[in-house]
């Protein structure tokens, strides 16, 4: 396995790769990794020649107060994972060889961005995006898989990569979850013991809603509050958000009807940490006369 | 020559030029090509495998009650002049083939865009960035050659390329001058036979204070008045502005220093029609003492 760490370097590889008519899998992350950035790395492998695993904790996307500088690194440890995983090259740039002196670009999306996420972290995503089409004109990938986990940034993605015209497919992949449903994140990291136990809670909420409206809910307000006060059965918890959108455009209507994918998403704090999660849900279909009952309730 | 109107099929075709190693060469216009555009064909051939003109009028570059709807467009006389001057390929999209129902994403640059042409069109370089960014992504260039008429587009277009990586070099050509020194611009076509001949005064006007910079003139404001006072001479004459600047940087210094690249920047109407140019001038050197008292006298 190859690690690159200057992005000349890496253009100047790719480039080599695209000569060979090489297909490059691009999987990038922030480091730490855990299996569920080894998951993505096999599912990339399947359908590609050569894997890149990028890890740059990106200064952009986070806000002054976050937790930048504690982010937990290890570089070492990564290395292994992605080898194990079948990784052929890692990118690892510094900081100031992605935003040297005198930097002054960003990209920007016009939706998708406000609510949500991007209410609770308002420049976060304008990180995201740039940072996601530099690395995309350094590794040139002809796919990049990004985890469901952060639903809303693969919203961001795959917009930004059609309206940018990025010769790139975005491929999501299922949340990978520990046994007892938590979420994969190296964020994961920062629970305590007592933390990392009811930390399953997010899970089991989101179930929750699912199965409400899997039976037949389809008030947003009702499936929100179902979360609501699943999640408040944990003592000390700090919810940020717990809602329910329309799974493409985060559009919150008042009802939800038939045939609608539907995204649960939520943000809380368990002490210092800040987690989220999310499910998505067809919903499924009812008899006419109970849908018309529902439309008129509006 | 070959023509191609979507995106994708230029994409495709320019993989197999990577492929075979072929050097990109990408001349981005709005089309109306006049002696001008192709001077940058035929500068840019010199050093490219294969030649790629882009004609597409960007609705994101103007701003409503702009000149978007009335820009001239003539496809089959700028096909004769691109083949003329030695084009490969025309890429020549339809408005909604790069800008399709539910676009959201904007590539914005946080400097060198608020003053001059961005004071006087606010979202102009915000389109700019954004088109040149797509084009990029699909053209996928080696070298993209950009004339020194818009100057201050130059800067814009080498901010972000090198902000977000992109694997191509930019090339500034000078700007092509009628015989009388007015520059060639598709724009040039609005003006009546007076105006045309009233239109050099630009060209005269840079002169001017060039060679006030050269007898050894380092103000600011005087540089402008100079430039000013030429212009105000044709009648009926308005100045959007005449303004000297860093040629890098944008910044308005009060006063130049001997090894300063300097931009002087034009932009007026003559009758309905908006015209730029502009000319960069190396500060002299002057002896110790004349530079001593100019500082002084800030």
């Not at 016009?110 to 949500?116: A, C, P, R």
């Not at 964020?187 to 629970?191: I, K």
């Given at each position: 396995m190859l690690v690159i760490n200057n992005y000349k370097e890496m253009q100047k590889y790719s480039f080599e790769l695209i000569a060979q008519k090489q297909k490059i899998g691009f999987v990038p992350t922030m480091g730490f990794l855990h299996e569920g950035h080894g998951s993505l790395i096999r599912k990339i492998r399947e359908i590609s020649d050569v894997v890149v695993l990028s890890i740059f904790v990106n200064p952009s996307q986070f806000a002054p107060g976050e937790d930048y500088e504690r982010y937990p690194r290890n570089f070492e440890r990564d290395k292994q994972i992605a080898e194990d995983n079948g990784c052929d090259i890692i990118f690892h740039p510094d900081p100031i060889n992605m935003y040297p002196i005198g930097y002054g670009t960003e990209v920007k999306l016009?939706?998708?961005?406000?609510?949500?996420e991007g209410s609770s972290r308002p420049t976060h995503f304008d990180g995201v995006a740039t940072v996601v089409a530099k690395l995309f004109n350094i590794v040139m990938p002809t796919y990049a898989i990004f985890g469901q986990k952060d639903y809303q940034q693969t919203l961001v993605v795959r917009q930004l990569a059609k309206d940018l015209n990025f010769p790139c497919e975005i491929i999501i992949a299922p949340t990978y979850r520990e046994h007892d449903g938590l979420a994969m994140s190296s964020?994961?990291?920062?629970?305590s013991p007592d933390e990392r136990l009811s930390a399953s809670i997010l899970f089991h909420s989101l179930e929750k809603a699912r199965a409400a409206i899997m039976g037949g809910e389809r008030n947003r307000k009702i499936i929100n509050a179902i979360m609501h006060n699943s999640l408040r059965s944990l003592q000390g918890i700090r919810i940020d958000y717990a809602s329910s959108a329309n799974?493409?455009?985060l559009e919150e209507p008042d009802i939800f009807l038939s045939g609608d994918k539907v995204v649960l998403l939520i943000a809380v704090y368990i002490g210092k940490t800040r987690l989220i999660d999310n499910l998505v849900v067809n919903v499924p279909a009812i008899s006419t006369t109970l849908e018309d009952r529902f439309v008129e309730g509006v």
């Open positions: 016009k939706k998708l961005i406000k609510t949500f964020r994961n990291v920062y629970l799974a493409e455009s």
